[in-house]
């Protein structure tokens, strides 16, 4: 198969043209695809129709599927690997998850021990304005960071709060609290060196309740907000706007995300599976 990489006008992001991904890939150009992936962090692939179990077949390039049992409810007919990301309900209960509004910055499931390596979304259903994801290159954010700023977050560990969800919901089960040391959750080292790509990554996972690991509150509060204001650089963004049929594959391990509100009446309706990953190295 001949595959053509083209490079987004951003830091990170390549499109891939010329493959269907409801066949069998062979692979030479499953590999082809891997280090395109670690070149570019995400990848988009347009104008595809994948089933459930399609779908879940090409995750299967990328790892493992990760069986989350938090997504019970919401998987679609016949499928356990996908989640089904929705704002719609149907006889009076939502479809799937995260609703209309933002998700804020974070990166999958930072809040535990092996959080996935990467997640795979396919656009159904689009609202003609809104709901654009927007990807952060977390090699960039770092290489880029002053140097006073890089020497205050180098060694530190990061405890990343699995309380709430990244559009602000408490998950069913948590327990509120007033002090974010007693956060529950994962405690993963604030720069992680990629397995594969060998580069070294800034590893924030989101800003609601993290605590660097052994600093005074306040002091770890000055320090995630510096980093936090120097990550949110548009330089360092890709924004997509969906069409029906676009498939993304990001990897968690150097890249953020974030998810644009849009009109709560339009529809979005969206499959995404994710990876198994691995214990985040130190760097
Ligand atoms: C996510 O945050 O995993 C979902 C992003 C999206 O719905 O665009």
Known sequence: MTVFVVPMEAALGAEVRGLDLAREMDNATANEIAQAWYARQVLLFCGQSLNPDRLAAFSRHFGALDVVPAWRKFHPPGSKDVLVISNVIENGEPIGVLGYGEAEWHTDMSYIDLPPRA????????PQAGGETSFLDMYAALESMPR???GAIEGKVIN???SYDSAGGLRPGAATFDDVREAPGARHPAIRLHPES????????RRRNAWIVGMDEKDSDVLLDALWAHVLQPRFVW???WRVGDVL???????????????ASA??????TQIVGERPIAA
Not at 198 to 205: E, H, N, S
Not at 249 to 263: E, L
């Open 119 to 126: 997640s795979v979304l396919h656009a159904l259903e689009v």
């Open 148 to 150: 006073e700023l890089r």
């Open 160 to 162: 990343h709060d699995s």
């Open 198 to 205: 060998g580069r070294r990554a800034l590893y924030l996972g």
């Open 239 to 241: 924004t997509h706007s």
């Open 249 to 263: 594959v990001w990897d968690n391990r150097c890249t953020m995300h974030r998810r644009a509100p849009f009109d």
């Open 267 to 272: 529809r979005r309706v969206m499959h995404r």
